[in-house]
């Protein structure tokens, strides 16, 4: 180690440090790596491929496994691909490569770990070095798995860790020497401080003062993470208290509206927003714990971990904040929304967003919602998850109304999944699940209380039909669509099209639960029993929609009995017969594929009572295979018109070959971890998916998702396949023929 402050250097190099049986773990993962039929040339295609993106993608798992090891070191040696974004195996990949080629694979290694951490970051674990160590340094502020990769690592490799970041740590500002510190830190408070410290030594004495100041002073400028420093008198110490990050906001504040303070006056305007300037998403919750050893570690994905709210107001705030007039806070706070939103939504001011939290009302939350729901289609995927932290933090009915709306209306993806995990954090705070949320929060319109047309010398009861069309009844006890127009005598003629306007509302919000319920019984979202006869059926809206549907109650995803509610609102079966079931017991929404032989009677039973169902339910499209089969005969024509609208509709091109850019093949992704794939002849072009003629689908099969569907064998059965989701995806298929 060279001494000297601000030159400080690691020449440490990589070594292996293998944990007992672990190298032998990781080459048992070999057979699992699947490649398809060994083709005779490839010997000959991997020794002249001079990267890795040279090979088609099956000659890259099988040159890892079993190819010729000179060329193998050699091209994992080579400088990062991307290729390996194609390849679903990457986890077992990674393994079976360190325990074949160890220090030969870093390189490979770390461009994969790099590129999903929170999946790949384990691949690091058995290696030692400087390279690792800023890599996994990064990771302690990830949400996902990740950061449990880069503790784990961090204790495994302490002393080299230590030695590596240290200079990291001395050096220019910027994220490498936030990550070292970071990395720093967290060896400290895991027990290993003392390395730490003679490590640090180890590089000089500045280099140990500087350590010493970084473990014990302020990370990233965060007041609450302020520790005081040996030897500081009573009046540092309140003085370090009282700091507050002193710079200038860009944000054009000049006519905020002026906050009345309950003991009189107004509250300082300069000091207000000193304080909201540090406004900010609090510490990353831990993610769930990992399976390091495990033949299959358990993954959580930055999206799917834990979110942070917004960080409680500190003393300071929280005072100001306590004395000034609430209305006036939240007005001040939309004036300065507005204002960031004016100024392009700079993310250095995205505090004024965050401050939402501390301000905000339910007036605020309508504002804030609608632009909270377009920022993902604007790519501002940033700031619409701080906006679903402001709405779950201030998490009153109506800021979670509107969570709930834009997750529904959300299509998948990383930024969805974040406003679920959002959702069930918030539902999760008052005992419920986001399904039983949604029931409660479903609102009412005033139906439970009785809504009246008042004209004023007359009125009229409103009154909704089963499906939720909103009606009047007039003085001699007659229905009416809608009530007779004003006359001179009224003297509320406003009342009439604010009838129409109840009456316009009434109705989107019945379409919109009827959406959220179906999604319910494609996604098998249960509630409790009770809750059917104790939430849904007392509801105005939702009682109406639950009455005219097919319900049953399921054991997981196995439907155990269907049941219908009857006019009194019991329960009752196929036979007619009252069903008593458990309060407790998980009840949800049937799909027609679900009941096999019981759909015709069902179907007879609401042809009966005239019960016409809210959305496509027992007479929905479907399909049902047989239980042992794993394979389905395939159909053709398919023209790349068809081809191309099933893949915008939750299809994906599989199997690419590099070298004739062809896909042979598509999928869809299945509940349960696996995947329906069709294969096509001929294949489609991957580039611009031109018209290519006539295509056929020669075979349709079932294969897990962590495969990249090269075996020749077809080994799930269609029986172990969800049947919702089969139902769903087989129709779609079907449905490309037109």
Known sequence: MNSGFGWLHCDDVAVMAWQDGERELWWSRAPALDHGLEQEHWATAVTSADTLSDLEPPQVPWLIAKGPESTGRALLGSPPQTLLLRHRQRLDMGRVAAARFELDALPFLLAEAGQNPDRLGLLLSPFRGPEPAALVAGWLRHLGSARLWARLWLCRHAESAARALIPAAAGKAGKARQNAADGLRFLSAAGHGPIVAKTSAGYGPEARTLVEALLTGVPGGSVRSRRALPGMTDDELSERAAWRPSRKSKLALER??????????????????????????????EPAPGDPAGAVPLVVESSAAAQPTVRAPGPELAALIAGADRGDLAAFGRALLDAWLDAGMPPAESWALLAQAHLGDDATMDVLAPQVRSWPARSRHARAVDGFAVLATVGTDAALRHLLAIETNMVGGPTNERCLVYLAQAAAVRGLSVTQLADRLTITHGLDAGVVVDYGPRSFPVIADEHLVAQVVNAAGRVLARPPKPGVKDTRPAAYPEFLQFKKDLRATATAQAVRLEKDMLDRRVRPARDVAGVLLPHPVLGRIARRLLWGEFDGRRLVRALRIAEDGSLADRHDDVAQVDPGAAMGIVHPADLGGELGAWAQIFADYEIVAPFPQLG????????????????????ADQLLGLMRNGWHGNGYHIRSGIHDRIGHRLPGGLFLLAE??????????QATGAHRITEIWVDVDGSDHWRPDRHTRIGDVDPIGLSEALVELYGARG
């Open 620 to 639: 929905r499209a479907h399909v049902t295979v047989p239980g042992d089969a794993a394979v389905l005969p395939g159909f053709g024509p398919l023209d």
């Open 680 to 689: 096509l002849s001929p294949g489609m072009p991957t580039s611009a998916y």
């Open 256 to 285: 905020l509206p002026e906050i009345r303070a309950l003991a009189g006056g107004v509250v300082p305007e300069e000091l207000l927003l000193g304080e909201l300037m540090a406004a900010r998403l609090d510490d990353p919750p």
